[in-house]
């Protein structure tokens, strides 16, 4: 059973309950309240958090790659010399 995230007034600290990222779409990632010790859970808030947060820079960082090699499709590369 899980419930959306109550207000935290420290979101570094433990409680009553563990937290679960459910889905990381970049409009709206997604992180419930679970019961301790749910699989995949983590133990803080702030650890859910930046979980999210380092899975969004690495999904932006192979977009930029992506972006790239899109560019560089069928651009034959010129020296400068």
Known sequence: ???????VDDPYREGDVHYLVVGIDTMSPDIVEVAKGTAGSFRTLQDAKSHVMRTLRER???GMESLDRVRAIGVEIRSLM
Do not use: T
Not at 1 to 7: A, C
């Open 60 to 62: 932006i960082a192979e």
């Open 1 to 7: 059973m899980s419930k959306p995230v109550s207000r």
